[in-house]
């Protein structure tokens, strides 16, 4: 069974800085690209950053460049989003995926990006 589970999410004030997990478990990790999306109530889910675990390409949407960084570590089967100078507008239920490769994750649309998604954890950030 495909599982995967954010944490690290929380309360913080804007310029601070957060990490998230996404601790992940059956099926093969170096096969697939990780993603982390986030969602705001009432608005679509949008892509953040994407990693491959098999050479480490990184992908990252213009709003976080610079500010958050995406790693994995394949031998805890996790990928870590570091989220510096957080801003309010950041606020969200973040949630991470697992997609079949890194061009999937972040060019199809988050909707089409995986099928395998985890429960999501909130971050937010006050001004």
């Known amino acids: 069974e495909v599982k995967l589970v954010e944490s690290g999410g929380g309360l913080v004030q804007a310029g601070g800085s957060l990490r998230l997990s996404c601790a992940a478990s059956g099926f093969t990790f170096d096969d697939f690209a990780i993603g982390w999306f986030r969602q705001v109530p009432g608005k679509e889910r949008e892509g953040v950053s994407c990693?491959?675990?098999?050479?480490?390409?990184?992908y990252y949407a213009n709003s976080v460049k610079g500010r958050f960084t995406i790693s994995s570590d394949s031998a805890k089967n996790t990928v870590y989003l570091q989220m510096n100078n957080l801003k309010p507008e950041d606020t969200a239920v973040y949630y991470c995926?697992?997609?079949?490769?890194?061009?999937?994750?972040?060019?199809?649309?988050?909707?089409?990006?995986?099928?395998?998604w985890g429960q999501g954890t909130q971050v937010t950030v006050s001004s």
């Open positions: 995926a697992a997609a079949t490769s890194l061009l999937r994750c972040y060019a199809y649309g988050p909707l089409d990006a995986s099928d395998y």
């Open positions: 990693i491959s675990n098999s050479d480490s390409s990184t």
